[in-house]
């Protein structure tokens, strides 16, 4: 009979405690899912933020409303004029928007001075020479600043010096606080860099004095950031940073094609169908130098002869994306990485603690006996809700709520895993019993103890009169037991072959003779010594089968003969005697052990294969019985 998986509180389920413990169930499951998220957030940053910048890219967001409507703008100015009225009304819309998405509510991820808000304050600071930067955001968008001689020049300004920077994807997460994480500043300017290239690439030439300096700016930052050392806290990038240095040499290097020459067929065959770069690049670029690589592709030359297009359109597909997911992550006072959970996960202790004393409440009134200490060990599946410690053993608090809410029933979950860890114990248990007891066989019979059970004994004590008496009183032993079955069942039994043996060695007997084959010639008798045979065949068998039983039986109702049983005795003795010493003269004693050696180890193995074989029968018998309901007809 198994324990049931029951809830200390409230056996019979009313609606309203039922409803209770599912509401009690979904607080717990959402604690314990939010404890995944955070235990697996490191790992799966960098998902999170290829998700976070799909979601940027949206046109709803408030930087895109914005520069929709700088754009509008431009089509206002250019179908009303300079001086009209949908222009200073687009204008004061304008100015609005800026205070709110640059000081009030800005929807920028970094907001520190590595940020690309403080870079959009400088730019606008030194364009309009104010240092207020609400002051200066309210002059740039002013009727007066935006006046018939210089407003395209106005608005190139902001489309080259301003709009990436708006569209720049910091590569910060909100739960980043939490994790004490920030954006590897020495990569995110990197990549402002980058995004500002691509701007000024769109609106001028490649040759020009502006762009060979910010090609230059970056050749130089891709070999810090290559050739820096990543410390305990910037080393969880190095694998980004391997991965991104291997795209960048298979995009300049493979552009040759004696680059596969020295790889043997198979090797050729992987690269060719991009899965070598995929396993193991280093087989083909461990001796290419990534600082070239990056130094190649930041070149004039590269970009005028591959298209800048294209192979910012490559930097932007494999290699922006890596670097996006570097960050730098604080340590703690003890040494450790900084972890703000305890921050979120309080409030929940407190939830619980709240909860854990209202069940204690709840228990106690409807079991007045228990004691408090009583009434905590029943809550015992509490503790991994109030120990922060305990973070990842909070499933085992979640999935008991969520049983006792039968939410699902997991009562069958439960009573087929205890069936498996009882047959693993057994199996074990079983296994060590059954080796240890033939091995102490084993051990007895190479100890030469079969033949010392076979030894007749020293001497035999004279059976007296009384002896016998005293023993024809008792009940019969096992010996007489074995005598009745022999007599009483097997020779019976055992008739026809007995008879079928002995006809055959009888009937070769008399045809070897000289006098069978004498009248054998003669007419009308030659059958006759065979019929003389069956006849003396038949007296045999019966008198060997039958005759023990009825005399068995007949001495049943008479007077014990104690002559005869002292005979039967001496006879029983004389002929185990004769057997030992018999036995002792030939060697099947050795032959005996040996077989019986081999027959144990045999034992053994099968013993475990047979256990094996059992419980996958049971454990088979047991989930067919769990997917089989009665039906409601029967």
Sequence with gaps: MTTKFEPPISTQRTGLSLLVARILALIVTANFCLVVFDLSYIKLRRFYLQWSQHQAQSENTPKNQYLQQVDQLEKTIN???????????????????SLQIFIENPPFRVLNSYGTLVEI??????????????????TFWSPDFFNQKQWQKELIFFNQNIRFLILFNEPSLTYDIIKGIEPDRMTQSYLVKVSELKVYL???????????????????????????????QLEHNLGPLTEAKYRMINHIYSRDPRVTTRLTPTLKFLYKINLLNFLAPELIWADRSSRQAFYV???VENLEK????????????DIQSLMESFYFRQLSLNGQFVNRFWLIDLPWISLFFLIFLMEIYVLRSRQPQLTLREAILKLWYYVFLLIPKLLFLRFISAIYHLNRA????????????????????????????????VDKIKDFVKQGSLKKLVNPPSSYQSISLEDIELESQSPPGISNQIVEITIAKVLPTIRPELEAYLHYQVTNSIQQSAIYKGLNKIPLIGNFPQQVADSFVKKIAITISESPKKSLEAGKNKPPDFIAIQLQKRLTRQFVDTLRIELQKEQIFDDAELILVKWLEGLKSNQVKDLEAKQIIKTVNIEDNKQISPSPDS
């Design 202 to 232: 769109k609106y001028n030439e490649l040759n020009t004095p502006k762009a060979e300096t910010l090609l230059k700016d970056l050749r130089e930052s891709s070999a810090k950031i290559i050739d820096r050392t990543y410390f305990l």
């Design 306 to 317: 591959q298209g800048w297009e294209k192979e910012l359109k490559f930097f932007e597909n």
């Design 121 to 138: 304050q400088k730019r606008f600071q030194n364009h309009v020479k104010i240092n207020n930067f609400q002051q200066a955001l309210e």
């Design 406 to 437: 039968n939410f699902p029933s997991l009562q069958p979950t439960i009573d087929y895993l205890k069936l498996k860890i009882i047959y693993s114990f057994a199996q074990e248990l079983v296994q060590v019993l059954v080796n240890q007891g």
């Design 297 to 299: 592709f930041w070149s």
């Design 79 to 97: 179908q009303f004029g300079i001086e009209s009225k949908e222009v200073k009304l687009a204008l004061k819309n304008i100015r609005e928007s």
